[in-house]
């Protein structure tokens, strides 16, 4: 099958859209979203730096390199890359390792931070303390916990992740389920600054996982393809079969769910606009109530490992 725009082989079929795509007008598409998104999250023209959030994983990956090709020749704007150790023996270290080589190639400064620097506490640990309780309730917590500190001690403006159009229509799909409208009226992007909280910048929300991946393939940004050994335990993986299917049987599910969330934004953002953040009393981080979820948590495990 040839590319719906041109005369060369296609290397992809969009089923949502019903194009065939050849290797460049693939690429070409990809960019051309990640640029609609970074001028709608970014204000480029201020100085502003950028933290990226990089694990190692080709959405993580394929996001550092498109911030560094899209906004490199940009003054205005610097880039910084932090990957947040969880402490998972024999999964992190070959994501740390390959994201400091594309960090390099770059020329992005990268940074570390760990959960057991910040917090004392590694994943490995916390999963043999509380091994009934799911992992990724512990890690995401930790990860926004850590990642945001550092992100504010280098002075970053906005803080970029890798979450993609599978990941923000998962969320949404999840907070629906739950009737969590405070949590989903928490998702980013963020258009709005809070004290010492760095807002969110999602520039593959409109790019789906396998477009992500074939994006990194086509350009051969090398990244750590591998799995987290706790996460066949999440809750998340539940939506992500059921989106995966619904998808499958109505092309353009994901987009119509994130569309959704789009439009609801301006009543999220009124009804919970009141909410106040203020400082955690054991570690001064921000947040909505007088400690923390990443101190208690750790309170948690102490009490537990006693």
């Known amino acids: 099958m040839n590319c719906s725009k041109c005369s060369k082989p296609a290397v992809t079929l969009i089923r949502y859209s019903g194009q065939h795509l050849c290797a ?4 070409e598409f990809t960019e051309r979203r990640v640029k609609k998104e970074l001028r709608r999250q970014l204000n480029v023209d201020r100085e502003a730096t950028i933290a990226v ?5 080709k959405d993580s990956s394929v996001t550092a390199y498109l911030l560094s090709k899209l906004l490199r020749k940009r003054p205005t704007v610097s880039l910084v890359a ?15 390792e390959s994201s400091r ?5 770059l020329e992005i400064p990268h940074h570390v931070i760990s959960y057991a620097e910040t917090l004392g506490w590694t994943m490995d640990r916390a999963v043999k303390v509380d091994p009934k309780t799911i992992p990724c309730s512990y ?4 990860r926004r916990y ?3 500190k550092k992100a504010r001690e280098l002075h970053a403006d906005y803080l970029a992740t890798g979450l993609n159009l599978d990941d923000t229509a998962q969320s949404v799909l999840m907070n629906v389920a739950r009737g969590d409208m405070e949590r989903m009226a928490r998702l980013g992007p963020h258009d709005k600054v809070q004290e010492d909280m760095i807002p969110r910048l999602q ?6 996982e396998k477009e992500s991946y074939l994006y990194a393939m086509l350009r051969e940004i090398k990244f750590h393809d591998a799995t987290c050994p706790y996460a066949d335990r999440a809750v998340r993986g539940l939506f992500r079969d059921t989106l995966n299917k619904l998808e499958e049987s109505i092309p353009g599910t994901r987009h119509s769910l994130l569309s959704s969330f789009d ?19 054991n570690c001064g981080e921000p947040t909505m109530n007088p400690v923390c979820k990443a101190c208690e948590l750790v309170e948690k495990l102490e009490s537990l490992a006693t």
């Open 263 to 281: 439009q609801m934004r301006p009543w999220l953002d009124r009804e919970f606009s009141g909410v106040k953040v203020r400082k955690c009393r």
């Open 139 to 142: 890690c995401g917590v930790f």
């Open 53 to 57: 959030a990089i694990s190692g994983g």
């Open 146 to 148: 850590t990642l945001n």
């Open 101 to 105: 080589e594309l960090c390099r190639s």
């Open 24 to 27: 460049s007008h693939c690429l």
């Open 82 to 96: 932090i990957t947040a150790d969880e402490g998972i023996a024999g999964y992190r270290p070959g994501g740390i």
């Open 203 to 208: 520039p593959l929300r409109l790019i789906p």
